[in-house]
């Protein structure tokens, strides 16, 4: 299978600063990636040179087969940045009739994206009464046009409502569904937890780690939690025999280590006379990143 993105060996300087070291990536068709990393660690200038916006320094960068910003990339790539600007005076309606003309795509096809974006009802109205987060969906909607094979997204629910981030990723679930490639940076850590395939993490220009979710949680190896609920009246006995636990209002609360979950499980088991329910909580994303990090000196 090709690629949609291939980055080996990527590096990039400004003067004396080291944007990129050594960066191996590979995207597949449908495959939604999310980069993570702190403020400074090299996201920006990654999308920058896939989009073929500035040159690197040395490896080598393919993006559709091609080489970054040439046609064959241009055609087949779509970006949203984190702030889109448009014209305030149009409407949403001109503006993405503006777009499809640029890419030579019938005008007609605006009022489709528009509503496959969540703003049918505002099309005719100016930009310049849009929210943000209205702003943001205009310029996803100029993302799709021409089904692009590839999408790099820059913080792309920055401003959006709860539920028209959930449309966001639900629509991202479908690009991906047909074939899109999806690249995308965020800070919202708990929202591409559930919602990508990879997870790959930058910080001070290196590729600290990458994987899915599991995979993450093998690496770090961080604690289990565990919420162990006693029936009405056993929390002391409870407490008596899991005395590793804390107790609270609810229940009691211990943690284990990833290869101690399966006997832990097994004494709680064993408990039932005294346990109502237990909840399983694993590391979170925010866990996972903030384990890297800190082993990475941030």
Do not use: W
Not at 76 to 87: I, S
């Amino acid at each position: 299978m090709t690629q949609s993105l291939t980055l080996s060996q990527l590096t990039k300087s400004y003067q004396d600063t080291q944007a990129l070291r050594d960066v191996s990536l590979d995207v597949a068709p449908g495959e939604r990636v999310a980069l993570l990393g702190h403020n400074g660690a090299g996201k920006s200038t990654l999308m920058k040179i896939v989009l073929g916006l500035i040159p690197y320094d040395s490896g080598e960068v393919r993006v559709l087969g091609g080489a970054p910003g040439s046609g064959a990339a241009r055609a087949g790539v779509a970006y949203l940045p984190e702030n889109a600007a448009f014209h305030p005076a149009l409407t949403g309606l001109e503006q993405i009739r503006y777009y499809l003309r640029l890419r030579g795509q019938p005008a007609r096809l605006a009022g489709d994206l528009l509503e496959r974006v969540g703003l049918g009802d505002a099309a005719k109205r100016r930009i310049g009464t849009y929210s943000k987060g209205m702003r943001q969906r205009v310029g996803l909607a100029q993302a799709l046009i021409g089904k692009p094979r590839l999408l790099v997204l820059d913080e792309p629910t920055s401003g959006l409502d709860p539920v028209s981030r959930r449309d966001f990723y639900a629509l991202l679930d479908d690009l991906a569904a047909e074939g899109a490639s999806v690249l995308l940076s965020s800070h919202a850590l708990t929202e591409v937890e559930a919602r990508t395939d990879r997870l790959v993490i930058l910080s001070r220009g290196r590729l600290v780690t990458q994987g899915s979710l599991g995979d993450l949680r093998r690496q770090a190896n961080l604690p289990i939690a565990l919420h162990v609920v006693p029936h009405e009246g056993q929390g002391a006995q409870l407490a008596d025999a899991l005395p590793e636990g804390r107790m609270n209002g609810t229940g009691l609360h211990l943690s284990c280590a990833q290869d101690e979950k399966l006997t832990t499980l097994s004494r709680i088991a064993g408990l039932s006379r005294i346990v109502r329910d237990v909840d399983v909580i694993p590391p979170s994303l925010e866990d996972i990143y903030s384990h890297f990090s800190r082993r990475d000196g941030q």
